[in-house]
């Protein structure tokens, strides 16, 4: 079983819709978790994280996680073709020697359409 | 804030040469400082884990001996590519998580090598 599991998509919808992005992960002592947005040939850019079960909004985005149910969306409001990209999930635990290892998704890919 | 640079930003190189790529926090100190590996339309792969002033953690299957990484302050790590082949062209992306708080791990711009 994967550590952190996304469907890999792509997912469309049209412009203005949410897009609702999915993730499970394994480890049930997860602490930390990320939304990264990675355009085609560009380096990761994170979005949102959230630490707490709930919902954290940003703008156009909300992040939900469930710790019971192990599980982290990324919602998208009004979406825009600029938004087009590869989401990653990543999901962080404290490693030995204090440091925080982050486990990502193999990305969920994202087409808003015009 | 927690900006992340990298240099080169693309290499091409011949086989059997070695190519250096820098990794800097520009903004923040970063205790801990990650090398992956992205190839065309495929994940992103932790090579190794590189904490400032100790020898960086290797994932199974990377060869230390072949990607060499140093962290030498808390603002520079880098990872060194040593006898290149052409099956080491990738997209190699350094991260920098800061020394405390969340942790959160900010990416540089990422280095594109080629090696012919």
Request: charged share 20%.
């Given at each position: 079983?994967?550590?952190?599991?996304?469907?890999?998509?792509?997912?469309?919808?049209?412009?203005?819709?949410?897009?609702?992005?999915?993730?499970?992960?394994?480890?049930?002592?997860?602490?930390?978790?990320?939304?990264?947005?990675?355009?085609?040939?560009k380096s990761p850019?994170?979005?949102?994280?959230?630490?707490?079960?709930?919902?954290?909004?940003?703008?156009?985005?909300?992040?939900?996680?469930?710790?019971?149910?192990?599980?982290?969306?990324?919602?998208?409001?009004?979406?825009?073709?600029?938004?087009?990209?590869?989401?990653?999930?990543?999901?962080?635990?404290?490693?030995?020697?204090?440091?925080?290892?982050?486990?990502?998704?193999?990305?969920?890919?994202?087409?808003?359409?015009? | 804030?927690?900006v992340v640079s990298q240099h080169p930003s693309r290499v091409?190189?011949?086989?059997?040469?070695?190519v250096k790529i820098e990794c800097r926090s520009l903004?923040?100190?970063?205790?801990?400082m990650f090398w992956y590996?992205?190839?065309?339309?495929?994940?992103?792969?932790?090579?190794?884990?590189?904490?400032?002033?100790?020898?960086?953690?290797?994932?199974?299957?990377?060869?230390?001996?072949?990607?060499?990484?140093?962290?030498?302050?808390?603002t520079l790590s880098t990872l060194?590519?040593?006898?290149?082949?052409?099956?080491?062209?990738?997209f190699y992306i350094c991260s920098a998580?800061?020394?405390?708080?969340?942790?959160?791990?900010y990416f540089g711009p990422g280095t594109r090598l080629?090696?012919?």
């Amino acid at each position: 079983q994967k550590e952190v599991e996304q469907n890999s998509g792509p997912l469309s919808v049209p412009e203005g819709a949410i897009a609702s992005l999915n993730c499970t992960y394994s480890d049930r002592v997860s602490q930390s978790f990320f939304w990264y947005r990675q355009y085609s040939g560009k380096s990761p850019e994170l979005i949102m994280s959230i630490y707490s079960n709930g919902d954290k909004e940003d703008g156009r985005f909300t992040a939900q996680l469930n710790k019971a149910s192990q599980y982290v969306s990324l919602l998208i409001r009004d979406s825009q073709p600029s938004d087009s990209a590869t989401y990653l999930c990543a999901v962080a635990l404290r490693g030995s020697g204090g440091y925080q290892k982050v486990t990502f998704g193999t990305g969920t890919k994202l087409q808003v359409i015009p | 804030g927690a900006v992340v640079s990298q240099h080169p930003s693309r290499v091409i190189c011949k086989s059997g040469t070695s190519v250096k790529i820098e990794c800097r926090s520009l903004d923040f100190q970063a205790t801990t400082m990650f090398w992956y590996r992205q190839f065309p339309k495929k994940s992103l792969m932790l090579m190794a884990t590189s904490n400032e002033g100790s020898k960086a953690t290797y994932e199974q299957g990377v060869e230390k001996d072949k990607f060499l990484i140093n962290h030498a302050s808390l603002t520079l790590s880098t990872l060194t590519v040593t006898s290149a082949h052409p099956e080491d062209s990738s997209f190699y992306i350094c991260s920098a998580s800061l020394s405390t708080g969340t942790k959160t791990q900010y990416f540089g711009p990422g280095t594109r090598l080629l090696v012919l």
